[in-house]
T-cell receptor
Framework: EAQVTQNPRYLITVTGKKLTVTCSQN?????MSWYRQDPGLGLRQIYY???????DKGDVPEGYKVSRKEKRNFPLILESPSPNQTSLYFC?????????????FGAGSRLTVL | AQSVSQHNHHVILSEAASLELGCNYS??????LFWYVQYPGQHLQLLLK??????LVKGIKGFEAEFIKSKFSFNLRKPSVQWSDTAEYFC????????????FGGGTRVLVKP
C-alpha cells in the first residue's frame, strides 16, 4: 500500500532531550516536507526537500533540523525541544511537479514537550 | 508572501443542510488551489484541486469548489451534508515560485448534527 509512515505517533518528552521523528514513504517520491499543525493556524511548513541531499527551510524552521540521505526517508530532528514545539506534526511527500505537487500526508505525530 | 484566509472557524449545521466554506488567497499570479479534509483523529486527505481549466471543480464525496479569479476565492460547497462530513477543512494554495510549498488557511471545523 502506498503510504507515508511516521514514528512515533505519540511522544511526551522533556525540555532539552533530543528527539527524532522519522518519516518514510514507499512511493519513490522526490519531494518531501514537514508541517506542524496548531489550532487556528492551520499547517505551517517547517522544512522541505526536493530530492536527496537537497533541503530548504519552510516558514517555521527554528529549532528543527532535517536530513535527506535517502530518497524514502526524511527525519525531523529536534536537537533541544522546548514547550513551544508541542504540536501535531505531519510529514508529506509527492512526485515533483513544478507548482503542482499533490501531497500525500502521513498519519501525524503528536508531540508534547514538558 | 502569500496567505490564505478561511473566514469561518467553526460551522455547525444539521444533516441535509447545504454547506459553503469561504477561502480567499492573496497571491496575484498563477496559483494552484486545494481543499483538504481532516476527519477526527486522521491525517489530511485531498478533497479536490484546481490547476487550470473549468473553474468549477468536483471532488470526492459530493464536494465541489469554484475558483473565482477576480475575487481571489476558492469556496467549497456541498448541497446536502451528512453526519460523516464532520471534520476540519483546510484550503491551501501552491505556487511554483515558492518551492511548491502548500500554504494553508487556518482551517474550518464543521460539525454536522444528526
Amino acid at each position: 500500500e502506498a503510504q507515508v509512515t511516521q514514528n512515533p505517533r505519540y511522544l511526551i518528552t522533556v525540555t532539552g532531550k533530543k528527539l527524532t521523528v522519522t518519516c518514510s514513504q514507499n512511493m519513490n517520491h522526490e519531494y518531501m516536507s514537514w508541517y506542524r499543525q496548531d489550532p487556528g493556524l492551520g499547517l505551517r511548513q517547517i522544512y522541505y526537500s526536493m530530492n536527496v541531499e537537497v533541503t530548504d527551510k519552510g516558514d517555521v524552521p527554528e529549532g528543527y533540523k532535517v536530513s535527506r540521505k535517502e530518497k524514502r526517508n526524511f527525519p525531523l530532528i529536534l536537537e533541544s525541544p522546548s514547550p513551544n514545539q508541542t504540536s501535531l506534526y505531519f510529514c508529506a511527500s509527492s512526485l515533483y511537479r513544478a507548482g503542482a505537487n499533490v501531497l500525500t500526508f502521513g498519519a501525524g505525530s503528536r508531540l508534547t514537550v514538558l | 508572501a502569500q496567505s490564505v484566509s478561511q473566514h469561518n472557524h467553526h460551522v455547525i449545521l444539521s444533516e441535509a443542510a447545504s454547506l459553503e466554506l469561504g477561502c480567499n488567497y492573496s497571491y496575484g499570479g498563477t496559483v494552484n488551489l486545494f481543499w483538504y479534509v481532516q476527519y477526527p483523529g486522521q491525517h489530511l486527505q485531498l478533497l479536490l484541486k484546481y490547476f487550470s481549466g473549468d473553474p468549477l471543480v468536483k471532488g470526492i464525496k459530493g464536494f465541489e469548489a469554484e475558483f473565482i479569479k477576480s475575487k481571489f476565492s476558492f469556496n467549497l460547497r456541498k448541497p446536502s451534508v451528512q453526519w460523516s462530513d464532520t471534520a476540519e477543512y483546510f484550503c491551501a494554495t501552491m505556487i511554483k515560485a515558492a518551492g511548491n510549498k502548500l500554504t494553508f488557511g487556518g482551517g474550518t471545523r464543521v460539525l454536522v448534527k444528526p
